[in-house]
């Protein structure tokens, strides 16, 4: 149990039986003669528990209770390394490498596909955000097609706060299937809100588009974003020798 749900059940314990206290002996002896007086009792206790649980909010862990709580608690968010912005190569797919175990890569969505036809055609849209596609050949003929997305590191930070790593955040392109033809399109439009409550900081709207450096210092950085399309032995891809797609070795 967190600290932060372990709060909520402590002061939810100490509200309900007071307000219980207060209709049941207080409110009926006072309503006669004091009715504006009771109101005023029970907005102002209202509003008291109100600001004594902002104290204790403060003693709490602040990035498990104002750090995207439910984001963190699931893992999604975590704190990027120092050198995060002196090292360029992290930011980019490397084709020579098994995806795996790549440095700072996230594989954010896999598909799998039954191989209709004995050719694949792949569209792609413009603005997917996936430019580079990645084919490799399976040594046997299983007749499935398998599709993997993969996203380098996602930074950002601002010069009185530790970097954020919101690299599993980032949402995959659209994926059809389509009679033998892979179809990747755009993914959801997606906007990010920072928030951290103490030492000044604030992390505002950060969104997809906007990339290079905020006002204060704060900076930030979207790694490259690549797909994954494992084919049959048996099945022949449609201009795969083409510049468009990359060749890669089964790892």
Known sequence: MSKLLFANIILLLCIIPFIYFLIKFVHPRLKP???WKTNLLISGTYLALLVLSLPLALFLDQGELFLSRNAQAQGLLAEAPDDWSEDGRRYHILENEPFATQSGLVENSRQTYPAETPQLEIRTAENSGYGRIFLERKKDADGMIE??????????????FQSIDFTKLVPPPEI????????IEEPVQQSFVFKFYGNSFIVRQ?????QGYFGGGGSMSFGEGGIVVRVPADVEV?????????????Y
Not at 147 to 160: E, F, K, L, Q, S
Not at 238 to 250: C, H, N
Request: no cysteine.
């Open 33 to 35: 003669v004091y009715r």
């Open 147 to 160: 599709v993997r997305t993969y996203t380098a590191p996602h930074y950002a930070r601002t010069d009185t």
């Open 206 to 210: 950060l969104k997809r588009e906007r």
């Open 238 to 250: 449609m201009d795969g020798d083409s510049g468009e797609f990359t060749w890669v070795s089964s």
């Open 176 to 183: 059809r299937w389509e009679e033998g033809i892979l179809k």
